[in-house]
Each structure stands twice: as C-alpha cells, then as structure tokens.
C-alpha cells in the first residue's frame, strides 16, 4: 500500500467501559498501561494494526490476520507463535477499518 494514502490516528486514545466477557471495569488509557487497560497509539506507515501485550515482557506483539485467528468461538482470537493471545478484537478492527485507520499500535 502507498504511503501517501495510509491513514493512523493522530493522538493517543483512552476511554473507559465494561468488559464484554468478563463484567470487569477497563479501561482505554494513556500510557502507562496495566493488566486491565488498553492505550491506542499512532504508527509509522506499513506498521499495520499491532497488537501488544504490555503484561508480557518477550514475544509480546500479536499480528491481527486470518492467518493468527486462534479461535472464534463467542469472539476473535488471534494469536502469535509463541501463543500469546488477544481476544474480543472484532469491533475495535471494524472501528479501524470504518475510519480507514491502516497503522495503529493497540
């Protein structure tokens, strides 16, 4: 894809919400990040969407592909081979693919 027409968000994002599976307040911050936050950042262009497990310390990043869907039972799970995992990330892609978001670190 060119760079001239790739798009990622211009600041970091954060809100807060409940969690879907596990009833749980979490919330969407500004760095730093804990086990029960999330914080969207901006990336270079060809970066993709990257997802990244900052409770982990190697091995950590998760490619959102076909290819890394671990399971999809109830919600999509994509995995790295390592098996590290990332779940429930279906509407946070459409979101992106919505607002034609191509680069972001989650």
Same mark, same amino acid.
Do not use: E, W, Y
């Given at each position: 894809?060119? &760079? ?5 968000? @211009?600041?970091? &994002?954060? /809100?807060? *919400?409940?969690?879907?599976?596990? *009833?749980?307040? =979490? ?5 730093? @990040? ?7 950042? +901006? ?7 990257? /997802?990244?497990? =900052? $409770? ?5 990043? #998760?490619? +959102?592909n076909f290819e890394n869907v671990s399971e999809a039972t109830l919600c999509t799970t994509v995995s790295n081979q390592f098996d590290v995992k990332v779940s429930t990330i279906e509407h946070l892609? @459409? @979101? /992106?693919? *919505?607002?034609?978001? $191509?680069?972001?670190? #989650?």
């Open positions: 894809m060119s &760079v001239l027409s790739q798009s990622t968000i @211009a600041n970091k &994002v954060s /809100f807060s *919400g409940i969690g879907i599976h596990t *009833g749980k307040k =979490v919330n969407l911050n500004i760095l730093p @990040a804990s086990p029960n936050s999330m914080t969207i950042l +901006p990336s270079s262009p060809n970066t993709g969407i990257i /997802f990244k497990r =900052v $409770d982990l310390k190697h091995n950590n990043t #998760v490619i +959102p892609m @459409a @979101a /992106f693919l *919505g607002l034609g978001i $191509d680069n972001a670190i #989650v």
